[in-house]
């Protein structure tokens, strides 16, 4: 089994920051893209930011300029540095994973529990 475990979500002031962390674990042979998105109640997840294994890198243009994603291959670990928050970045933020694994070497798509991230005003 595979499992997505994320970490570093809460609670903070406007013009903050927080890092989150997602760490994949179990039967993997390899991870491809990698991948952060956010959902509010009521809407739709949308992505954030994506990462492949070499390093290319898609923002969302809301979040340009003030989030980074990165990822650590040797820890199948991927990061999301968030600075200069804002209230309209509160959510619920999900990892994302496509894995290839040893029974299934073509790929599928994780996903984290979900962290929220609150950002007052």
């Known amino acids: 089994q595979v499992q997505l475990v994320e970490s570093g979500g809460g609670l903070v002031q406007a013009g903050g920051s927080l890092t989150l962390s997602c760490a994949a674990s179990?039967?993997?042979?390899?991870?491809?893209?990698m991948g952060w998105y956010r959902q509010t109640t009521g809407n739709q997840r949308e992505l954030v930011a994506s990462i492949t294994t070499g390093g290319t890198t898609k923002y969302a243009d809301s979040v340009k300029g003030r989030f980074t994603i990165s990822r650590d291959n040797a820890k199948n670990t991927v990061y999301l540095q968030m600075n200069s928050l804002k209230p309209e970045d509160t959510a619920v933020y999900y990892c994302?994973?496509?894995?290839?694994?040893?029974?299934?070497?073509?790929?599928?798509?994780?996903w984290g529990q979900g962290t929220q991230v609150t950002v007052s005003a």
């Open positions: 994302n994973a496509d894995i290839l694994r040893p029974s299934a070497p073509w790929g599928t798509d994780y």
């Open positions: 179990g039967s993997i042979l390899s991870i491809k893209d």
